[in-house]
């Protein structure tokens, strides 16, 4: 019935240059990601090319300065195409969402000098960036971070293992935390490394649940040297850097999660308008009708949240709270309706024939990343409450 077909989002968009820019994704998604999509992510397959080819056509540096070989685009625009990729394959929409969250530090915090030297090449060069502040013994815990750098002349030397990295063992550059004073968090500072760089390696990426195609994986840095002019901020500035970072890697994940939030829905439509049962489609029973209605309606919820949340940001006010806020909603929604469309799609839902399960599958790590959902509610008592006592 093709009155009943999903149509793509109506999105409130600033300019005629963020409409096109839409259309352009929209465009790649169809013809690059989504045919592929399912047979990759089954193979567990990254798509390197696929990311050349965003470069090429300036997706991986949206929300940055154009000086630099970034978009010149606000961050409501940005996390749209972040969610438009997503919808198309998590991998593709997460992978640019890391890459950003690995060019904040720099971008935000670097002397001019860095920026003219790195940014051009990060952003618009075909690089592809991760983000190192997770270990293996500190996670929500990250000021607790054991990774160390030491002063040796004009280099330091880095030594420890990072662990969880989102293109982990192929990153062309690595945004690090490490210890460079006592401990605490401000004894931390913040780095940019190569990715070939002389003792850097990467373990055997992890099996996980989802995101098959998107490797996960501990980065060992084994005396790993670098010079003082990779560091980023002033020392003992890192973790400052990496919670600033992460207010916007969390708007990053929110817009990911509405995407596959939104891909769920899109499937679970489709199919209740084409199955037939006792005589009619199964989207013609008020049951279902009101599962499809609650999912629209928590989707449109999480998308107005996130949104409302980056234009603070790009009118430059305090939005740290509202990241945290549609983290929290956003992913939570991911899985809630997910979990409806296989649901929905019945025996069918729980096979790989149909994209229901992978959705579902995928949104559970969206509630872990950048700060686990406990994480987030931690921050936004604190904005209400204050800190918890010592």
């Known amino acids: 019935m093709p009155d009943r077909a999903p149509q793509p989002v109506d999105r409130q968009l600033p300019t005629e240059e963020a409409r096109d820019l839409i259309t352009l994704v929209r465009d790649i998604a169809a013809q690059e990601i989504v045919p592929s999509a399912a047979e990759e992510e089954d193979a567990g397959r990254f798509p390197r090319e696929l990311f050349t080819l965003l470069s090429q056509s300036g997706l991986l540096g949206l929300p940055y300065d154009s000086e630099y070989g970034g978009g010149d685009q606000p961050y409501e625009v940005y996390l749209q195409v972040l969610e438009e990729l997503a919808a198309a394959r998590l991998t593709v929409g997460l992978g640019v969402s890391v890459h950003s969250l690995a060019s904040y530090a720099l971008a935000a915090y670097g002397t001019k000098e860095q920026q003219v030297e790195h940014l051009p090449a990060m952003l618009g060069g075909g690089m592809l960036g991760a983000y190192c502040l997770s ?3 500190s996670g929500s815990d990250a000021a607790a971070l054991r990774t160390r750098a030491v002063r040796d002349g004009d280099d330091w030397v880095i030594t420890g293992t990072k662990a969880w990295i989102t293109h982990g063992g192929i990153a062309d550059f690595y945004t690090v935390m490490a210890r460079t004073g006592d401990e605490g968090p401000r004894g931390i500072s913040a780095f940019l490394v190569p990715g070939d760089a002389a003792g850097l390696s990467a373990a055997v990426p992890e099996k996980k649940m989802g995101m098959k195609g998107s490797p996960t994986a501990q980065v060992h840095f084994d005396g790993v040297r670098v010079p003082d002019a990779r560091r980023i901020g002033e020392e003992g500035q890192g973790f400052a850097i990496a919670l ?4 916007s890697g969390r708007l990053g ?16 439509v489709t199919y209740a308008a084409e199955r037939r049962q006792f005589g009619k489609p199964i989207a013609d029973f008020q049951g279902l009708r009101f599962m499809l209605a609650d999912m629209a309606t928590q989707i ?23 990241a945290a806020m ?10 809630r309706v997910t979990t409806d469309a296989v649901q929905i799609l019945g025996g069918y839902g729980y096979t790989a024939d149909f994209p229901a399960e992978r959705y579902m599958r ?6 872990i990343v950048e ?13 209400l409450v204050g800190p918890e006592e010592r």
């Open 135 to 137: 270990e293996p013994h």
């Open 244 to 247: 600033s970072s992460l207010d």
């Open 253 to 268: 994940i929110s817009a990911c999660a509405i995407g596959v939030a939104q891909a769920a829905l899109d499937a679970a």
């Open 300 to 322: 449109e919820a999480g998308r107005a949240l996130y949104l409302a949340a980056a234009r603070l940001r790009d009118a430059g006010r305090p939005f740290a709270k509202q």
């Open 326 to 335: 549609a983290k929290l909603h956003c992913t939570d929604t991911a899985m």
């Open 362 to 367: 995928e949104a559970k790590v969206l509630q």
């Open 371 to 383: 700060g686990t959902n406990q994480i987030q509610r931690m921050v936004i008592a604190r904005h």
